[in-house]
């Protein structure tokens, strides 16, 4: 059985960038995939406004992805044929010192992984107690009916050092679910110019930086 799925893109502006629409462009997409546009300056709201989306429209997965990020064409398809409730492609910050998006859960805030902290870590890794941004992330409907409206929370109610879409992360586990990430599918994040994480031969994670066509 074919299943359905939703491109939720957050925008702020549109278009932001042409490195993205670019990739967009490009994506490779399963047969009658649709793709939804949720523009404003609250991306917590456009989040939930794909998820009711896809609810409302009976889809089965939703990819979500801002207009501030870079991806190969076969980023999609990567991710779906994990068949997992919940992955993400590897991220990471886009101003300097560009760092992971993968964050060690703490009772007081939040403390991001070092790229030295990822040493070794490679294809489908299941992260354990840490939180990730939501950007590049795949999850499936019954995650999303699981959790249930609203997923996002307005960045103005979490208390200081939260992230809304890092709390998320929070909701998946809490519900019972694990979050992957494939370390071997990764975006670029777009600044003033594109930071993508890369690995040596050695198991040693940094970044690069990438001019923005």
């Avoid at 009772?107 to 040493?119: A, E, I, K, P, V």
Wanted: aromatic content about 8%; glycine content about 8%; some cysteine.
């Amino acid at each position: 059985m074919t299943q359905k799925g939703i491109i939720g893109i957050a925008s702020q502006e549109v278009p932001k960038h042409v490195g993205f629409e670019t990739a967009k462009d490009s994506l490779q997409r399963p047969d009658g995939t649709l793709l939804s546009r949720m523009v404003g300056n609250n991306i917590a709201h456009n989040y939930n406004r794909v998820m009711r989306f896809a609810l409302e429209n009976d889809m089965d997965w939703v990819w979500l992805i801002d207009d501030d990020h870079v991806f190969v064409p076969d980023v999609l398809m990567r991710l779906l044929a994990h068949e997992l409730p919940v992955v993400f492609p590897l991220n990471i910050r886009r101003v300097a010192p560009y760092e992971t998006t993968i964050h060690d859960a703490l009772d007081d805030g939040l403390r991001q992984n070092t790229w030295d902290q990822l040493r070794g870590w490679s294809g489908l890794t299941d992260i354990g107690n840490k939180n990730i941004g939501s950007s590049g992330m795949l999850i499936r409907r019954e995650a999303i009916e699981k959790i249930g409206d609203p997923w996002y929370l307005n960045a103005h109610s979490i208390p200081e050092n939260l992230s809304f879409d890092l709390e998320f992360s929070e909701k998946l586990r809490s519900n019972g679910y694990k979050i992957y990430v494939d370390m071997d599918t990764r975006i670029g994040h777009i600044g003033h110019i594109a930071a993508w994480p890369v690995c040596n031969k050695e198991g040693n994670w940094s970044y690069e930086l990438r001019t923005v066509i």
